[in-house]
C-alpha cells in the first residue's frame, strides 16, 4: 500500500474554517477511494510546519510554503468549485 | 455519536436571532452583535475587539453561489458560554471576502460564532457551512418574515442537512 500523501489545510485560526475544509477534502477524496493525511494549522504557521507536505490548501493568503505547492480556495466553504479544486489536489497528490 | 439537532438547539434560542440590525458598515455590526453577546453573558469583554482584529486579517465574508454571507469568530479564550448570535441587517454592508481581500461582498446575512469547546466549533461550523450551501434556505432567511421565522428556517435546516458523525 502506497504512503498517505499528506495535505497541510491553513487558515486564520487553525481550528475553525480550516476543520470545515479539511473534513470536506477528507469526504470528497474518501469518495473517489483515496485516502489522505490531513494537518491543519494557522496561516502563520505555514513556514514552520510545511516541510514534509504534499500540499498546502489554504482559505487565506499564505506565505512561506517554499517548493510547496499551495492552492488559497474558499470552495469547500462556499461549496462554488469543489469539483475543480479536487482535481487540482488529484493533480498534485498523484490520484486519478 | 451525538444529536447534532440537539446540540443546536441547546446552543441557539430565538433570542440570538436578530431582525432589521441597523449597522453604519461592517465594524458597526459586528461591534453591535458582539457587544450583545457580552451583555447576555456568552462572551467576555475582550469578546469584540478579538472579533474586530480577527476580521481585520482574516476576513470572514463568504461568496456563496446565491446570497453573500459572512461568519465572523474569534478564540475561543474570548467565550465564557458556546452561542452563534444570528443577524439580518436591514440594509446590505460591504465584507471584504475571506481568502480574496480584494473582492467586496454586499452581506445581509451574519453568523457570529462564539464557540469554546474545539469538537463544538468544527461541528457546528461544518453543520452550519453545509447548511448555507443550499442556496435555497439562504433564499428563505432572507424573505422570512421576522426574526421567529428565521429560527424555525435554521432550526429545520440543521436537522435535516446538519453533518451527522
Redesign the interface.
Known sequence: MAVKKKILVA???A???S??VA??IEEELEKRGISVQLTQCK?SEVPSKAEGHDLIV????VSGAGDIPVI???SF????GIEADIEKILSYIGGS | MTDRNLQFGDLVNEDLVLDHLVARDRSDALQKMAAMLVEKGYCRETFPDAILD?ER??PSG????GHKIA?P?A??EHVTSSTILFARLKEPVEWR?????DDRLSVRLVSM?ALKE?TL??DM??TL?TVY?HDEILDALIEAENALAMFTILKRAVQDHG?RR
Open positions: 487558515c486564520g485560526t481550528i475553525a474554517t476543520t470545515v473534513r470536506k496561516a489554504t482559505t487565506t493568503f488559497q480556495t474558499v466553504l462556499t461549496g462554488v | 480577527r486579517i482574516h463568504l461568496p456563496m453561489s461568519i469568530h478564540d475561543a471576502s475571506m481568502g480574496s481581500i460564532f474545539k466549533i468544527g461550523l461544518e457551512i450551501q453533518v
